[in-house]
């Protein structure tokens, strides 16, 4: 087997590996958006159209804790802003038109756009961000529709101890890109106003405001000399 022919078989083994291993979490999702008042069709939708692990999750969240929707909206809206920065950076190199640039605009999540970027070659690149994208986006929609017939079947949440899954979830898949120390002091910080807040705002104002902050310190902090 010739070099190209390897690497091209590495990347899709890892990319394939990454969308497993972050699919299967989507049952965690549906079982938590059925029990916090969603139905399956609702909880599936998010899935389908939203399609960004953390901000489904902050929309339940919001939604368990008496929240409006719409204040839910707004707070994934704001978590997935990163996506459109990870956009533009893989723009130059996934060099989409047509109907392909609003499917590849669709999969611009982290894992894929990491795997992306990850490569030695365009072409390499190119070819995790898709195998990467589309086998989340498949395990991650199945799992999902799995995971809400299971929470629908589980009943009260609180009944269980579950009402605080939603956070412990939210955690978990956060925890994980708190590599820096920078990272970790304005999570710190955006976690701090959001406590301060939680007694004299509604349900779903803090989170919006603590990630309004995070972004707002990322966007005028200090910029990092070097690639």
Known sequence: MSEPDTRRRTVIADSLGVGIATGAYGISFGALGTSAGLDVAQTCALSLLAFTGASQFAFIGVVASGGAPLTGALTSVLLGSRNLFYGVSLAAMLR??????????????????????????????????????????????????????????????????????????????????????????????????????????????????????????????????GP
């Open 96 to 225: 989409l038109r047509g109907i392909r640039r609003l499917l590849g605009a669709h999969l611009v999540i982290d894992e894929s756009t990491a795997m992306a970027v990850a490569q030695t070659e365009p072409r390499l690149g190119r070819l995790g961000f898709w195998w990467t994208g589309l086998s989340i986006f498949l395990l991650w929609n199945l799992t999902t529709f799995a995971g809400a017939l299971a929470g629908t079947a589980i009943g009260d949440p609180r009944a269980y101890g579950l009402d605080a899954a939603v956070g412990a979830a939210f955690l978990g898949l956060l925890w994980p890109r708190l590599r820096t120390r920078t990272g970790r002091g304005v999570a710190l910080l955006a976690a701090a106003v959001a406590l301060v807040l939680v007694p004299w705002s509604p349900a779903g104002v803090p989170i919006i405001v603590g990630g309004a902050v995070a972004v707002l310190t990322g966007l005028l902090g200090p910029r990092r000399s």
